[in-house]
């Protein structure tokens, strides 16, 4: 295996700053992540606050041993309980089999500066992934896309919850989940892994009752050895430890909510997309009523109030709710990295582009609630190349940096456009040239004659011309069927590295890589050292 760098510009304008601007952008966040000075500073942050490390420790115990967790896991959640740990934390919907790689790059983002901080550092720093099991967009989690005929393709688990319930609270159903993971393995090669990977991802799916177990499980069965800590954020013990956290949220809301509204306001002037909407009346709470996850805003009374008049709260109730039920309460995307400053000893947060823009109108909300924002690293970012492929690409001479940002789809034309002398584009061009030209007189005797010979004549060029492209179309096909083998290549580049136009990280599963290399193939990218500075890494396999 083989790691190497290489600069991917972000597409982002405020991400872009973020990399390589920070000071223009430096007073959204509480720390410049890559100031070596900061770490310390952050520390001494740590050390004002208190946390319930004890209580914290023995849900995550609890948590943990149900899914199975290794001991390095149990060993790191007992260090939760030392004053002097820390960690490193990111989070994602509980995906089926993982969902898409970035998840799993996030979890080796999280490794990684898990074990530089704690070398650097000499404290514990504890590696911890949040699972949003409170999230209730089912539709975003139901599947994993996978590669068929050259196609990323959805492969949809045929099961429709009754309600807008949490992921954590959806049981799977078996049946329907044994027949959707015999479907995901049908549409891979059959290798040596294949066999008791299958056996083993259908075992751990037999063992969960729901979504975010299932998860949890497959991820440690990636990553059995590295001391990572899961928790599902939806647990109602984990609620119980979060209301005296909902309660200053209730208090301050209003004052949340209007500083986070008027930091988007300042990005949308000075020109940076917003990938969070928010009004000055949200809530950014939700109330969860027989199995409903609500969106809370605040109406004109200070009350809180179901986005679609489905519930109405007093701020009273709210904190009665908050004291005594707080499992009927659950974040958004703003409050949600409070409740994590909240609970964790948080050393840093890591996470993807779009979680950095919507960051960078947070700290408004954080100071409202007397927390200091923690710093924000960007999290790892990768393409796999498996050895068919890369054999392809120096086959075809091909810059892997470039097929990454922009696909193949020009250079596969100019290479088929080669193997004609003339190229059949030149070709039908100059034929379309020579017919306009003999047929100019005809256009304008018809257009001297009456306005509707002339549009008639215009209309006869047209349909010749038509008649060109379309033999140009059958031309080119006959090109791309006689090289049949080359084309194949470049498609196969194509959606490998740079499917339906983006980065392979948003689109493909763990399914094929384990398959074709085994059940370590992130543990060993999680091997090498790798810096946080760097765009994007290819991985050679």
Same mark, same amino acid.
């Given at each position: 295996?083989?790691?190497?760098?290489?600069?991917?510009?972000?597409?982002?304008?405020?991400?872009?700053?973020?990399?390589?601007?920070?000071?223009?952008?430096?007073?959204?966040?509480?720390?410049?992540?890559?100031?070596?000075? +900061?770490?310390?500073?952050?520390?001494?942050?740590?050390?004002?606050?208190?946390?319930?490390?004890?209580?914290?420790?023995?849900?995550?115990?609890? +948590?943990?041993?149900?899914?199975?967790?290794?001991?390095?896991?149990?060993?790191?959640?007992?260090?939760?309980?030392?004053?002097?740990?820390?960690?490193?934390?990111?989070?994602?919907?509980?995906?089926?089999?993982?969902?898409?790689?970035?998840?799993?790059?996030?979890?080796?983002?999280?490794?990684?500066?898990?074990?530089?901080?704690?070398?650097?550092?000499?404290?514990?720093?504890?590696?911890?992934? #949040?699972?949003?099991?409170?999230?209730?967009?089912?539709?975003?989690?139901?599947?994993? +896309?996978?590669?068929?005929?050259?196609?990323?393709?959805?492969?949809?688990?045929?099961?429709?919850?009754?309600?807008?319930?949490?992921?954590?609270?959806?049981?799977?159903?078996?049946?329907?989940?044994?027949?959707?993971?015999?479907?995901?393995?049908?549409?891979?090669?059959?290798?040596?892994?294949?066999?008791?990977?299958?056996?083993?991802?259908?075992?751990?799916?037999?063992?969960?009752?729901?979504?975010?177990?299932?998860?949890?499980?497959?991820?440690?069965?990636?990553?059995?050895?590295?001391?990572?800590?899961?928790?599902?954020?939806?647990?109602?013990?984990?609620?119980?430890?979060?209301?005296?956290?909902?309660?200053?949220?209730?208090?301050?809301?209003?004052?949340?909510?209007?500083?986070?509204?008027?930091?988007?306001?300042?990005?949308?002037?000075?020109?940076?997309?917003?990938?969070?909407?928010?009004?000055?009346?949200?809530?950014?709470?939700?109330?969860?009523?027989?199995?409903?996850?609500?969106?809370?805003?605040?109406?004109?009374?200070?009350?809180?109030?179901?986005?679609?008049?489905?519930?109405?709260?007093?701020?009273?109730?709210?904190?009665?709710?908050?004291?005594?039920?707080?499992?009927?309460?659950?974040?958004?995307?703003?409050?949600?990295?409070?409740?994590?400053?909240?609970?964790?000893?948080?050393?840093?947060?890591?996470?993807?582009?779009?979680?950095?823009?919507?960051?960078?109108?947070?700290?408004?909300?954080?100071?409202?609630?007397?927390?200091?924002?923690?710093?924000?690293?960007?999290?790892?970012?990768?393409?796999?190349?498996?050895?068919?492929?890369?054999?392809?690409?120096?086959?075809?001479?091909?810059?892997?940096?470039?097929?990454?940002?922009?696909?193949?789809?020009?250079?596969?034309?100019?290479?088929?456009?080669?193997?004609?002398?003339?190229?059949?584009?030149?070709?039908?061009?100059?034929?379309?040239?020579?017919?306009?030209?003999?047929?100019?007189?005809?256009?304008?005797?018809?257009?001297?004659?009456?306005?509707?010979?002339?549009?008639?004549?215009?209309?006869?060029?047209?349909?010749?011309?038509?008649?060109?492209?379309?033999?140009?179309?059958?031309?080119?096909?006959?090109?791309?069927?006689?090289?049949?083998?080359?084309?194949?290549?470049?498609?196969?580049?194509?959606?490998?590295?740079?499917?339906?136009?983006?980065?392979?990280?948003?689109? #493909?599963?763990?399914?094929?890589?384990?398959?074709?290399?085994?059940?370590?193939?992130?543990?060993?990218?999680?091997?090498?050292?790798?810096?946080?500075?760097?765009?994007?890494?290819?991985?050679?396999?």
């Amino acid at each position: 295996m083989r790691i190497d760098p290489i600069e991917l510009e972000p597409k982002q304008t405020l991400f872009r700053d973020y990399k390589k601007n920070f000071e223009k952008i430096a007073d959204r966040f509480g720390h410049a992540p890559f100031d070596k000075k +900061m770490w310390n500073h952050r520390l001494s942050e740590l050390k004002e606050q208190t946390y319930q490390r004890t209580a914290l420790s023995e849900v995550l115990l609890t +948590m943990n041993r149900r899914w199975g967790a290794p001991e390095k896991t149990l060993e790191s959640v007992d260090k939760l309980k030392d004053e002097e740990s820390v960690v490193i934390i990111a989070g994602q919907q509980a995906g089926l089999l993982t969902g898409p790689l970035y998840s799993v790059h996030k979890i080796i983002s999280v490794l990684q500066l898990a074990k530089e901080k704690e070398r650097d550092l000499g404290k514990p720093v504890i590696p911890v992934f #949040w699972i949003a099991g409170e999230d209730h967009d089912f539709d975003e989690i139901h599947h994993v +896309m996978m590669n068929q005929g050259g196609e990323m393709r959805k492969r949809t688990i045929a099961h429709t919850p009754e309600s807008k319930a949490s992921v954590s609270d959806i049981a799977i159903d078996q049946t329907k989940a044994s027949d959707w993971l015999k479907q995901v393995f049908q549409l891979v090669k059959e290798t040596e892994h294949t066999q008791d990977f299958y056996k083993k991802m259908d075992r751990l799916l037999r063992a969960s009752k729901t979504y975010t177990d299932f998860f949890a499980k497959v991820v440690y069965y990636l990553f059995p050895d590295e001391g990572l800590v899961l928790m599902d954020a939806h647990h109602p013990d984990i609620r119980r430890l979060e209301s005296p956290y909902f309660t200053t949220m209730i208090h301050q809301n209003d004052e949340i909510a209007r500083g986070v509204y008027a930091m988007l306001q300042k990005n949308r002037q000075e020109g940076y997309e917003t990938m969070l909407d928010s009004e000055w009346s949200d809530a950014h709470l939700f109330y969860h009523k027989e199995g409903e996850r609500i969106l809370l805003v605040r109406d004109e009374q200070g009350r809180f109030v179901g986005k679609n008049n489905e519930v109405v709260l007093t701020k009273e109730e709210m904190l009665k709710i908050a004291e005594e039920s707080p499992e009927f309460l659950s974040n958004n995307v703003v409050t949600r990295p409070l409740m994590q400053e909240a609970l964790f000893p948080v050393l840093a947060f890591i996470g993807g582009p779009g979680e950095i823009n919507y960051w960078s109108a947070l700290k408004p909300a954080f100071e409202a609630t007397g927390l200091c924002m923690p710093p924000v690293f960007p999290r790892l970012s990768f393409t796999m190349i498996d050895r068919k492929t890369g054999q392809q690409l120096e086959r075809l001479q091909l810059s892997t940096k470039e097929v990454i940002r922009g696909g193949v789809r020009e250079q596969k034309l100019n290479w088929i456009a080669s193997q004609s002398t003339p190229p059949i584009s030149r070709l039908t061009e100059q034929v379309k040239n020579e017919i306009d030209r003999v047929h100019a007189p005809l256009r304008e005797k018809s257009a001297s004659l009456s306005t509707d010979l002339g549009e008639l004549a215009e209309k006869n060029l047209e349909y010749l011309l038509g008649h060109i492209d379309f033999l140009e179309k059958r031309l080119q096909r006959s090109m791309e069927e006689r090289h049949q083998h080359e084309m194949e290549q470049f498609d196969n580049i194509e959606v490998t590295l740079h499917p339906a136009g983006g980065l392979q990280e948003r689109m #493909w599963s763990i399914v094929p890589w384990v398959n074709h290399y085994g059940r370590t193939v992130f543990e060993q990218i999680n091997r090498h050292h790798l810096s946080f500075e760097n765009d994007h890494y290819v991985v050679y396999l």
